[in-house]
């Protein structure tokens, strides 16, 4: 029988509760602004219960940031459970499984298939005013580091000299099952096209027909297609079953590996190994113990945790903000509608006098918040490099 634990893990799917306002004023754009400038600036809490193993916080004064698929909306990319969100419009939606991925050529077809459409706007999308006032913040002294489930690479790409964990790996690599060697995903993207001509034609129309530079659901149903998380596409009725994708080449040219390919350099079906995944976490898949490693030593080297466009509604995420509501860290979360756990994480803080100074909650979108708190906090004079 399994615990409440592991149904945790299974995709949250349900109604998330109406999200809490903290403080009051923090209604608004420009006064979430001011609360989330108050929390960021303040000192570090007197609850704070020191790093375990070590006899103090490495960093107090500075946040940890926990971002998720709502920063990204802005750059184009569609995210889990907002209003236009594909658990909110497709009820019948299932990601693919991690099992599935690895035992079923004709699941394979499928995933690649639809990830083969939806490459071209995750490659052609780039960060947006969130990650740039993330690089300010960071520039000012204010975050320690950055946690992500998002797969996009956007982090690394906006504020590379800021360490970013990317808890649920990367869309712009693929990995082999069997010798983990990683390879480009935009060089992968390359050989399914020459694998796959009619779809790579199928392709260039639909680019042709910008079906493929909206994200919303409603316009893409319209012109055949219909969106999903993670990149890719789902095409109703489609002949997946004719996609083909290919092997391992280090492992093909292994003669110790029964990894085989067809005339025109498919992966067969016969074949044993050789398989290339996305170099992402799927449903399913088990984050590796040095990445979680990794996340906790994030959180319990600052001095508070901010959530950034994410609901919590994955146990990987979730378990962070609890280990730091554990630690008497402070809590704030930007994030347009509910968050799962909010009002546990939150219980402290809700209803008192605080401005921010112990935590903070506003259901605002991070693209105009997030750059008004640099701004504010640069015109107080605050931060290490003001």
Request: glycine share 8%.
């Amino acid at each position: 029988m399994q615990t409440p634990l592991r149904r945790m893990r299974i995709p949250y799917t349900s109604p998330l509760p109406p999200p809490l306002i903290h403080p009051r004023s923090a209604n608004t754009a420009p006064g979430a602004a001011a609360a989330v400038a108050t929390f960021l600036a303040s000192a570090p809490s007197p609850h704070l219960q020191p790093t375990p193993g070590t006899y103090k916080t490495i960093s107090p004064q500075k946040t940890v940031l926990l971002t998720g698929a709502g920063i990204s909306v802005a750059s184009g990319l569609a995210d889990y459970r907002g209003t236009a969100g594909t658990y909110t419009l497709n009820k019948t939606y299932r990601p693919i499984y991690y099992a599935e991925f690895t035992a079923n050529h004709e699941a394979r077809k499928r995933y690649w298939a639809r990830s083969f459409l939806g490459w071209t706007t995750l490659h052609r999308s780039r960060p947006n005013a969130t990650h740039a006032a993330i690089a300010d913040l960071a520039e000012l002294g204010f975050v320690s580091s950055v946690i992500t489930q998002n797969v996009d690479s956007f982090h690394r790409a906006a504020h590379p000299h800021l360490s970013t964990l990317e808890l649920h790996g990367y869309l712009r690599a693929t990995v082999c099952l069997t010798c983990r060697t990683e390879y480009p995903r935009d060089q992968f993207q390359e050989r399914l096209a020459a694998l796959n001509p009619a779809w790579a034609s199928f392709l260039e129309d639909a680019l042709e027909s910008d079906a493929l530079e909206t994200e919303n659901p409603d316009e893409r149903r319209a012109k055949g297609l219909r969106t999903n998380p993670d990149g890719d596409v789902d095409l109703p009725d489609a002949p997946y079953s004719t996609f083909r994708y290919p092997p391992c080449p280090h492992c093909l040219a292994d003669p110790a590996l029964k990894v085989e390919a067809d005339a025109d350099g498919a992966w067969a079906p016969y074949s044993e190994g050789g398989v290339l995944k996305p170099a992402v976490v799927m449903f399913g898949e088990s984050i590796k113990p040095e990445v979680k490693s990794a996340a906790e030593h994030a959180v319990d080297e600052a001095g508070r945790i901010l959530v950034l466009g994410s609901s919590l509604a994955t146990y990987s995420a979730w378990r962070l903000v609890k280990r730091a509501r554990d630690r008497g860290m402070p809590i704030g979360v930007l994030n347009l509608g509910g968050v799962r756990g909010e009002e546990s994480f939150l219980e402290d803080v809700i209803g008192t006098g605080s401005r921010g100074e112990t935590g903070v909650r506003a259901s605002e979108s991070t693209e105009k918040v997030l750059p008004m708190v640099v701004q504010r906090l640069r015109s107080e004079g605050k931060g290490s490099h003001s």
